[in-house]
């Protein structure tokens, strides 16, 4: 009989040499640690990546203007924990930053120092934008449900984080404002902004603007305005956008304490403006619109007809010091997003990369 | 709790007749629900008098690599799903939405989308989607899993790209009347049970499997919060799921055989949130209803055969945010096909199949969609010497709209060595493959892109496999070394245009290479039985090239394909005690196109106790423990979906014969 294992070794080198690759081949990747870098008030560019659905990877990178480094995992570096899901939007009071994660019903309130946690603003329901009236008072949009129901907005005591009531608004609630002592919320499922006392908390009126409002803005001369993407209304089959149903999008202007708006329309209805931001002297005007970026000056009397950048960008902010662009690109959301700056002009700077969907900024 | 009868209306004759131990004449519908010839084997040897076996489907996959689960592998998952059976027994990584939900899998570096799904030889994709969940594939369905990695759609059509999943329930003729009836318990309100049936005589053979299944799956898992991290239980998982098989065949004559099989599957799925997600109590009922019907004439030279199959797919979810979405697609599915064995050692077999699809699906619009595929082919084994195989398949498929190319695999077995103890066996093949868009790419409004171009890929394999045997040492090893390369083309992908609605567009070429290592040692030196098996995959899957819309970054491993996996398992038998074990290793997985995330590597160890009692002569009773996760590993298949630690279900099974 001939030994066993004279034949053995064709297959014992292969099922050593699995093994050896195994346990020299298959480590993990280094999980690139974040620079630690400081947060300089006014030097830093924090970046709302919206993450995917369902993934809860929403999360926050930061950006310093200053070193130009970037911090792409800064809120799980900091706190060791994921952001959540769906990270919708991030607003500022003194130096609490708080985050509106929008499929996790909840608001992240971080120091924006540190960008440590302070706390937790648990069941919400499904916000998506926060202003704060003071330092004690805050206000957030709740969606509720997509069924064409009355959205609300919630009061939050930013003392206790803690709801204090709900007011219903419009359908689908999307960003809100503070002038004075008004609330100012565009309805994003209807054509309306409902304007909220904000000694009382009680609705004093409602305006109507363009349709399907989704952003807005105040200006230096104190005037507001609303951009409205326009009503998409798709043919009977739904396989396409029928354009001789579907709204133009719209820009308002609204003299606060007046319920009334003025309204003009934008040059077709192909495609749905959005992302209406200022300037830092807020004397002009952005959007982005049929795959790109348009500015105008708020005295202008015709609507701009060729954009500044021709870019399609998924997250849009003007940096209030300098009125550089930064322009979020999602690239499908299957991976990293990325940042590409502008001058003014819309000249491209540089850009870098961050985490997924890139949807708005923060200039701290 | 529902009934049973609620969840299988009108269904409840068929299984009471085996209840009662009376194999009733199936009445009805269900009479005609035929079995097809089985893609894999008719094991016909048993036959005193001399019948010719029909050519099995297997015979013209020469040059390819082959894993077979039968009924003795996966007798310890008869309560699970296929993900259960082929996640711990092979290296195969199927990216699980948590224990029970989602899993889909991928074969050599490919998606979801490209493993066909055949149960007796028809394709049980869901047409919607383009691909299997394989936690809604019970193990009871069949009592057979073959799964063939590598392109293979000449064989099998659209979808055999990345592989083949293959299942069927091979018969034992004159096996006379057996029944055995299972009940299990586990960990987070696990519920689960069995009753199986068969008859076989020489001329008729039956089967009749039920299952049933529910879970809490209310364990707990680590939910890292603003305090630190706070063990909770998971919410929102629970499930329960059932199927029922019923197999005929009934020999017509000295040649005919006539084939009949049916295969009903239900699942009421909670759908586990991400841990940091809100939970929006998201349910889907996922029905499937699959019946097949056959005729064959076995000749000496030559064979014929048709056969038909009806399938109805339901998939209805809901959750607060968006109500009701609803899904239902009937398929039907017809082949008829002849093979001519010229010699002992050649055989044509030429055929030709359609496939009807009828679709109301909430996202296709109000009106019932149509849609009808088609295709032919002819398959040819030739082995010139005795140690020479060779095989030429080739497939035209006729889609809707576009061309798909010619399909050919051609194949070669070359047994190099041959000694009375050992062997030395070079395969391999190329072949080029296709996927057929699915339904969704087609239809879905908005988005849906009816001009989408078939994927084609285009793969070569080569291995090697060595068997040694030695007898007085009651020795058995097999070793089997494989390597690929494939490319894929006209990649499609799902991302956002202009408008902003999501469309899939071809977008890329991924080309995906490997090797695949296994080997299996079975031991019997007396009353101690040892089959030992280590199998190891290395798969790099990335685009090499893309279209001007195609931002993901190239020479990047694909998200969700691990570059190393691995698997080991034991059995062991030892007079009346079996014992098992499971261990496998899954590397990292990007969670994303960029490489920017990953999900870390991890071990997972599973182990099986057991002990059968003889009671009555044909009576045995068996007692299995069964650990999960022994080292409760806290690891991520999906990003964020949490997965139970340790746990544990016991079961007990009382067969007959």
């Known amino acids: ?364 | 709790m529902n009934t049973f009868r609620e969840r299988f209306p009108g269904l409840l004759p068929l299984c009471c007749s085996w209840v009662s131990g009376l194999w009733c004449v199936l009445a009805g519908p269900t009479a005609v629900a035929q079995r097809a010839p089985s893609t894999v084997l008719d094991s016909v040897q048993q036959l005193p008098n001399v019948r010719v076996p029909g050519v099995r489907l297997s015979r013209f996959a020469v040059g390819s690599r082959d894993l077979t689960l039968d009924s003795t592998a996966l007798a310890p998952y008869r309560s699970g799903t296929l993900t259960d059976a082929l996640s711990a027994r092979t290296p195969l990584y199927l990216r699980n939405y948590g224990p029970g939900q989602l899993s889909t899998i991928t074969m050599r570096g490919t998606s979801a989308q490209h493993t066909a799904v055949l149960w007796n030889g028809f394709n049980i994709m869901l047409p919607t989607l383009g691909q299997n969940d394989f936690a809604l594939l019970p193990v009871s369905g069949n009592s057979r899993i073959d799964v063939q990695p590598g392109p293979a759609a000449g064989l099998y059509g659209s979808g055999a790209v990345g592989g083949t999943i293959l299942l069927s329930s091979p018969v034992q003729w004159g096996a006379g009347l057996r029944g055995a009836v299972q009940v299990e318990g586990g960990s987070f309100g696990l519920r689960a049970g069995n009753l199986e049936g068969s008859f076989s005589n020489e001329k008729l053979a039956l089967r009749t499997s039920i299952f049933y299944r529910q879970t809490q799956n209310n364990f707990f898992y680590h939910s890292p919060e603003i305090g630190g991290v706070v063990r909770r239980r998971q919410e929102n998982a629970s499930l329960w799921q059932a199927s029922i098989a019923q197999d005929l065949i009934l020999r017509v004559g000295q040649r005919g055989e006539v084939t009949a099989a049916l295969w009903l599957t239900d699942a009421d799925r909670h759908l586990q949130p991400a841990i940091g997600a809100a939970n929006s109590n998201a349910q889907q009922r996922d029905q499937s209803r699959r019946l097949t019907a056959g005729y064959r004439l076995v000749g000496t030279q030559h064979e014929w055969a048709v056969r038909g199959a009806w399938f109805e797919d339901v998939l209805d979810y809901r959750d607060d945010a968006n109500g009701l979405s609803a899904s239902r697609v009937q398929t039907t599915q017809a082949q008829a096909e002849h093979t001519w064995n010229f010699t002992s050692s050649a055989s044509v077999r030429v055929g030709a199949e359609a496939q009807h699809f009828a679709a109301r699906v909430d996202g296709y619009g109000p009106t019932p969609l149509t849609e009808q595929r088609y295709a032919g082919y002819g398959l040819l084994r030739y082995d010139p010497w005795p140690r020479l195989q060779l095989s030429l398949n080739v497939r035209q498929a006729v889609l809707p709209g576009h061309r798909v190319p010619l399909t050919p695999t051609a194949g070669l077995q070359w047994q190099l060595l041959e000694t009375e103890r050992q062997t030395l066996q070079l395969k391999g093949n190329a072949s080029r493959s296709y996927r057929a868009p699915t339904l969704n790419d087609r239809y879905w409004r908005p988005g849906g892109n009816p001009d989408l171009l078939p994927e084609v890929g285009l793969g070569y394999e080569a291995g090697l496999v060595h068997t040694l045997t030695n007898p007085p040492a009651h020795l058995n090893w097999q070793t089997e070394l494989t390597a690929y390369q494939q490319l894929v083309d006209n990649w499609v992908q799902w991302t956002p245009l202009a408008t902003g609605i999501w469309s899939p567009r071809n977008l890329r070429q991924v080309r995906a290479r490997g090797v695949e290592a296994s080997t299996q040692f079975t031991w019997k030196p007396g009353a101690y039985r040892l089959l030992a098996r280590v199998a190891y995959n290395f798969t790099q899957s990335e685009k090499v090239s893309g279209t001007v819309y195609d931002t993901d970054p190239t020479n990047r491993q694909l998200p969700y394909v691990p570059l190393h996996t691995a698997a080991f398992s034991t059995d062991h038998h030892w007079r009346q005690w079996e014992a098992s074990s499971t261990l496998t290793f899954t590397g990292f997985r990007y969670t994303n196109a960029s490489g920017s995330d990953f999900l870390p590597s991890y071990f997972l160890l599973n182990t099986t106790l057991g002990r059968t009692l003889l009671l009555h002569p044909g009576w045995k009773l068996t007692a299995l423990v069964q650990a999960y996760n022994l080292t409760n590993s806290n690891y991520q298949s999906y990003q964020n979906r949490a997965m139970p630690p340790r746990y544990a279900a016991a079961s007990l099974r009382l067969a007959w014969r």
């Open chain 1, 1 to 364: 009989m001939k030994p066993f294992f004279a034949f053995s070794s064709a297959p014992v080198r292969v099922l050593l040499g699995s093994a050896a690759a195994l346990s020299l081949v298959a480590c993990d990747p280094d999980s690139d640690p974040d620079p630690n870098q400081a947060i300089t008030p006014t030097k830093t560019v924090f970046v709302v990546n919206e993450g995917n659905f369902m993934n809860s990877n929403a999360e926050i990178s930061s950006f310093s203007k200053t070193t130009a480094s970037v911090s792409p995992n800064l809120f799980s570096t900091v706190n060791n924990r994921p952001l959540g899901d769906v990270a919708q939007s991030m607003a500022v009071q003194d130096s609490t930053g708080y985050i509106v994660v929008n499929n996790s019903n909840k608001l992240e309130v971080v120091n924006l120092r540190t960008f440590r946690s302070l706390a937790t603003i648990n069941n919400l329901k499904l916000p998506r934008y926060f202003a704060a009236a003071s330092a004690t008072k805050g206000y957030v949009t709740e969606t509720i449900s997509y069924s064409g129901a009355p959205g609300q907005v919630s009061v939050i005591d930013l003392k206790t984080n803690t709801v204090t009531k709900s007011i219903a608004v419009g359908v689908e609630p999307e960003q809100l404002l503070v002038v004075g002592n008004r609330l100012y919320v565009v309805n994003g499922g209807a054509n309306t902004v409902t304007v909220i006392n904000t000694t009382t908390d009680v609705v004093e009126g409602t305006i109507t603007v363009g349709d399907s409002p989704n952003s807005l803005v105040l200006d230096r001369n104190n005037k507001l305005w609303v951009l409205s993407g326009g009503n998409v209304v798709y043919n009977a089959n739904y396989t396409a956008i029928d354009y001789t149903k579907t709204t133009k999008g719209s820009l308002s202007s609204i003299v606060p304490g007046q319920l009334t708006a003025t309204t003009r329309e934008l040059a077709t209805n192909l495609a749905q403006p959005g992302r209406l931001t200022t300037n830092g002297a807020k004397d002009r005007l952005y959007y982005t619109f049929q795959g790109g970026v348009y500015s105008l000056g708020v005295n202008d009397a015709n609507l701009p007809t060729t954009p500044i950048i021709k870019r399609s960008l998924y997250g849009l902010g003007i940096d209030p010091q300098d009125n550089t662009i930064y322009g979020g690109v999602s690239n499908g959301f299957n991976g990293a997003g990325k940042v590409i700056r502008y001058r003014n002009s819309g000249a491209p700077i540089d850009s870098f990369d961050v985490r997924v969907g890139p949807n708005s900024f923060l200039f701290y």
